[in-house]
């Protein structure tokens, strides 16, 4: 069940605030002018949202301006808006989730070398030693302890199906939660020979696809094609989606030039935050959750269903979206975490004990 993501604004239709919630004014950091048509440039500096208008777009440029102000509008930017982002935590227990790729590191060509700076690395262990925290990636356990090297944190790993907290000697907020209870639960173990086994065939039907590659995460198998030839993406693509037809028991979803196949389960990133809400703060959490991804929007869901909490969508791109706040890239996810921690710090005691 992907949430459809809208490539233009998110227009009308969805509920963009939070609830309760009064956006404030877009911000200062400079919506770009009505008339910019600039393509984004990779790697370039923090931009408006406008600049994703290619430059034939000028002529509808004060529409699309428009909608971008409005999309702004419903989801501020959370290091702007940082105090909105928390106006609604006073007196609850803050737990913070995190996605990896393209949230706490850039989305990068090779999905192995996606690695983490120190300064993030810093900011999650400050963040975790104030507040319960918890990664929720579609990478498996092991390769997302690899990049993020902290085990002061849950692992929700497999798109939330494999969660590992930490061991009981580890630091942070969650050994003083957990103390020394092991949390611990794959909610997909029955599956795990069928994953086994489809990994084996995609990686068969792949094949002669030259840049393809088929990654193992325990609960869930990734079909990357990013670096295939753009002409054969398609048909690689209407390959694997045939063969897992054939298979059953699987679905399918598209991400970031990668096909993620997991077991027809009723489980999701969502799902996975609401469990480890219960697990630790059972008396109901204000959960703040970071994404870039489809599969990060089933957890904004979730937050906005409880009306507590916070979902921040990281996107240069006005797209619809269940978050009620954006940034625009990780590194506006470091100053944000910078900031919570600088929060945490100053308010602490008084609204966790
Ligand atoms: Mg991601």
Redesign the pocket.
Known sequence: MAPRLATRPGLGGASGAPPGRDPSSPGTRGPAPATAAVPLAPGGGRQALTDWRPASASASASASAQEEGEWRRKHPDAVENFAQVVAGAAGRRVAVFL?????LTE?VNEPDKAFMSEAMRGAVRRVARLFPTGIV??RAVPKALEFIQLDSLIYAGSHGMDIKGPEPAAGGKLREILGGRKLEYQPAAEHAATIERVCEEMTRVVAGYAGSMVENSTFCVSVHYRNVAPELQEEMQGRVRHRLVELGGMKMNK??MVLEIKPTLDWDKGKAVEYLVEQLVPEGAFAIYL???R??EDAFRKIREWGVGAGVL?SQQAKETAAGFHVERPRDVLDFLTALAEWGEREGAGWWS
């Open positions: 996605d990896y790729d393209g949230t989305i990636t579609g991400g970031k994404g870039d991804d599969t990060d990281v």
